[in-house]
């Protein structure tokens, strides 16, 4: 196979496309970062952050706790850029968010790179701009959590691919390989929707089967060797020399990763090992059970937590994050589609590579949204796995549309034009359940209608419209398609309406809203912030300081509450031991292990958290003969974890102490 395509690159474009491209990404940096240093993230993952920054051994094994005895309950890929920011910066909320805010950015470039190589400049241009104004990838980059690396290293790995079609050569697979593996890291299996597509693009991108098939063969095989290389490093360090594996009850990452993450969300009790998966009824009922209910049940509540449904991801609080741009994807599919059917085996080379890419947007667009409509989303953000691919396609629409402008027959002239109505019967809709600030839907509306009349002017005159007209309409149309992305998306600016790091999105709340509040611009924030104690627990660390915790490098406690430690950790820094993991259910630690540390002198302070239950072993050891009560604690716990389940059932701490 020879190259069918010049490898094109935005430093050789025009002046005004490098300047169009700088300008649309400072613009994407400028609302990431306006309120970055307010945007903490959720404090599980933010205080495994700093304790990997304080530890290499912590930072190798993705520890959650300084002393790396306990793991996350997922890969810690995406917190490595979070924890070597802390090291270089200090501790500060900009200095945990700042990585997501590269990843951004990257993200955005990655897509106008593989539109420019599709469709040239202009495609590239509008795909960096449908980018940068999504609205859920404006609220996720700029604060700390692992879909903004796994949105980046996919995106990425589609620009390898890409080049990898267009010269012909091995080693660009094998990097496209690598950034899958990257974003498995990151966000496990959620890394693996875009294989399928990379694989049927290889096949419709390479005539020769035998080619076609080793090249496919060599994509996937590649991106799972190095999905799983760390597990497998992992699992071969001894147990004792390594922290206990988080969302797995026999301290087994492949249970954590593929069970706990990945099958028991689809079919509950799939994979053995796992927390969870002994309850219910799982297995292949499960999955069934998940299936009908998806197709049967009525509409959802908005609750982005609820069971799955066909039409989740048209309703709030998803839709308005993501579904601007759906009738222009659609439309790119079918425009794509259609430019090719008549082709067949004299498709030329070209052509075929030009399909490819519209291929590979189509079916990772279709297994994201497949994936995300037959499982639970726990936050707002894993719809940002269809941002990639929807941007592409609104390119693919864009670029498509703006060649039949140059027909010379009207009906081809207004298909363009067209999809703009289409997009914009769309957002009569979700104009309503947006409940976008006045101040910023007239002006959007205005401009959008202003572009949409120029195109259909200049489609409706052809090539007797004046020559001005004719150039200006593909920038008019452009703006027509993103006007109200880019205004939904505004809305960051305020940062009442900038989501959290427990959960991303842009708008009054994630479902519904006040009508009544009124959008007002934020100072800018872009450096600083830290995390902060509670009066509670800043009075629980001041007794546990006093009685000797934390001195000559032991724990300042053990916990059996993740709400507590996470919170303590993450503002101070400190060491602090957690037993039963983010679920409540991992035998990090034994009594017999609990006392032995005692008797040994490593630890004698215990914190139980209101409600641990008979078989704690913090509770067990706490209460023994051997030990006295210091203090009682009552604080409100946080109203949401990161994945939409109460963060604590703890409304309280007792303080003991063991000699």
């Known amino acids: 196979m020879t190259p069918a395509l010049p490898l094109a690159r935005w430093w050789r474009e025009p002046w005004w496309a490098r300047l169009s491209l700088v300008v649309i990404v400072a613009v994407f940096v400028v609302l990431t970062c306006w309120n970055l240093s307010r945007g903490g993230d959720f404090s599980f993952y933010e205080a495994a952050a700093r304790s990997m920054s304080q530890s290499w051994r912590a930072l190798f094994f993705g520890a959650f706790d300084p002393a790396a005895t306990v793991t996350l309950d997922k890969l810690s890929g995406f917190a490595v850029p979070q924890a070597l920011s802390i090291r270089v910066f200090g501790m500060s909320i900009s200095a945990v968010a700042l990585p997501q805010v590269i990843e951004g950015v990257i993200t955005v470039v990655a897509c106008a790179v593989i539109a420019l190589r599709w469709g040239g400049r202009g495609a590239g241009l509008v795909a960096a701009a449908a980018a940068a104004s999504t609205p859920i990838f404006v609220s996720m980059f700029a604060h700390p959590m ?94 004792g020399s390594r922290p206990y594996v988080d969302g797995s009850t026999d301290d087994d990452i492949f249970a954590m990763v593929f069970g706990y993450n990945g099958l028991n969300r689809l079919a509950p009790g799939a994979y053995p090992g796992s927390v969870g998966s002994s309850g219910g009824a799982g297995g292949l009922g499960s999955t069934l059970s998940s299936i009908v209910h998806a197709l049967t049940a009525p509409a959802s509540t908005g609750q982005h937590g609820s069971l799955p449904t066909l039409s989740k991801l048209v309703e709030l609080p998803l839709v308005t994050q993501i579904g601007w741009l759906y009738p222009a994807a659609l439309a790119g599919i079918v425009l794509g589609f259609w430019r090719y059917r008549r082709r067949g085996r004299v498709m030329t080379a070209a052509h075929r590579l030009r399909f490819a890419v519209v291929v590979a947007a189509s079916v990772w667009l279709a297994t994201a949204a497949a994936v995300l409509t037959f499982t639970r989303v726990p936050h707002t953000a894993y719809v940002a796995s269809l941002g990639v691919p929807m941007v592409l396609l609104t390119a693919v629409a864009w670029r498509e549309g703006v060649r039949l402008l140059r027909a010379r027959t009207l009906a081809p002239r207004l298909v363009l034009p067209a999809v703009v109505v289409a997009q914009a019967a769309w957002w009569v809709w979700l104009i309503a359940q947006a409940l976008l600030p006045t101040v910023l839907l007239i002006p959007a509306i205005v401009v959008g209608t202003a ?108 916990t059996d509450s993740w709400a507590i430690s996470a919170q303590i950790i993450d503002a101070t ?27 040994a002198g490593r630890v004698h302070l215990f914190a139980v958290a209101y409600g641990a239950p008979e078989g704690d072993p913090v509770r067990e050891v706490a209460t023994g003969p051997d030990c006295r009560t210091l203090t009682t604690v009552t604080f409100a716990p946080a109203k949401e974890a990161g994945d939409g389940r109460p963060a604590s059932k703890a409304t309280g701490v007792t303080l003991y102490e063991c000699r």
């Open 146 to 239: 692992e879909d903004g690396l796994l949105t980046m290293s996919l995106a990425v790995a589609v620009v390898w691919w890409q080049r990898a079609m267009l010269t012909a050569r091995w080693w660009p697979l094998l990097i496209a390989a690598l950034f899958v593996g990257i974003g498995f890291q990151a966000k496990m299996m959620s890394a693996w929707f875009v294989l399928p597509a990379l694989v049927v693009a290889t096949l419709v991108a390479i005539p020769d089967r035998r080619s076609a098939l080793s090249r496919a063969g060599v994509v996937t095989a590649v991106s799972v060797v190095t999905s799983v290389a760390w597990m497998v490093v992992f699992a071969l360090v001894p147990a």
């Open 451 to 558: 572009g949409l009349l120029m195109g259909l002017v200049a489609a409706l005159r052809g090539r007797s419209a004046p020559r001005p007209l004719r150039r200006a309409a593909p920038l008019a149309l452009a703006v027509a398609l993103l006007c109200l992305p880019v205004a939904t998306s505004l809305q960051v600016l305020d940062d009442a309406r900038d989501g959290s790091g427990g959960d991303a999105y842009v708008g009054v709340t994630a479902v519904g809203g006040n009508r009544n509040e009124v959008f007002t611009v934020s100072a800018p924030a872009p450096w600083g912030g830290h995390p902060s104690l509670t009066p509670a627990l800043a009075q629980l660390v001041s007794l546990a300081q006093k009685h000797g915790g934390g001195a000559d490098g032991t724990p300042l406690f053990v």
């Open 573 to 599: 820094g400190a060491s602090v031991l957690t037993d039963g993991g983010y679920s409540g259910h991992v035998p990090v630690f034994t009594a017999d292990q609990l006392a032995a540390m005692v008797t």
